[in-house]
């Protein structure tokens, strides 16, 4: 049985692959053998693969996960989250932003807690000013929509324990959305601290304008859903088995 699966979607990382695996490698060694490391690879045009596999020839609780073509960090989520196989899942970015020393932090809460994401409380660490104050307006904004008060959405370093994700239906785009999406099925959800770094290599795959719109009308299919949500319980069933996961 593993203990944790560890899913990174890639997308054209070649560059920061081998040090992000270095370091990860460090905090896996506390974890205990029963470790799985997912790296999907969402149709990356460059060596992105090619280093995940010489990965997996050295130490074989690396798994290479390839998608045909480049599907979104959704779909890439998506495939890791159905390909995990850990009791516990942990999801978070290829880029060398996210700090893998913060992993036994989010798994601690998962004592209590059915889900932990990740709050970027230092933004200046990692971004620009124009993206910082973006991000906060929209955080707002998903908030006030949304009747939320996740403070950091675009943070996608998270723990889950796995029955969270059984059944998580997730579209283009809604990824942003999973701590608002178990929320609404009755799942508990905390939010905490963690460490944000400055982009070593490349340059971020979204932009402050070529998302907001695409973001905003995501959220009014969340306020949707939640407005739509289905709530009842059943508290008699006379000559028949109650199902329960």
Known sequence: MTDLSVVIPVYNEEASLTPLWAELREVLEGLGPAVEVVFVDDGSCDRSAEIIRSFREADQRVRLVRLKTNGGETAATDAGFKAARGRRVVVMDADLQNDPRDIPMLLSHLDHWDAVTGWRVDRAAGDSLVRRVSSRVANRI?????????????????????????????????????????????????????????????????????????????????????????????VEDVGGDLVRD
């Open 142 to 234: 998903r908030n006030w929509v949304s009747h939320e008060t996740i403070r950091d959405s675009g943070c996608t370093f998270r723990a889950f324990r796995r029955e969270c994700l059984r059944g998580l239906v997730l579209y283009r785009g809604f990824h942003r959305f999973i701590p608002t999406l178990l929320k609404m099925r009755g799942y508990r959800v905390i939010e905490v601290p963690v460490a944000h770094r400055p982009r070593r290599f490349g340059r971020s795959k979204y932009g402050v304008l070529n998302r907001a719109a695409v973001a905003f009308a995501d959220l009014l299919v969340i306020r949707w859903m939640n407005a739509r949500l289905l709530h009842y319980e059943v």
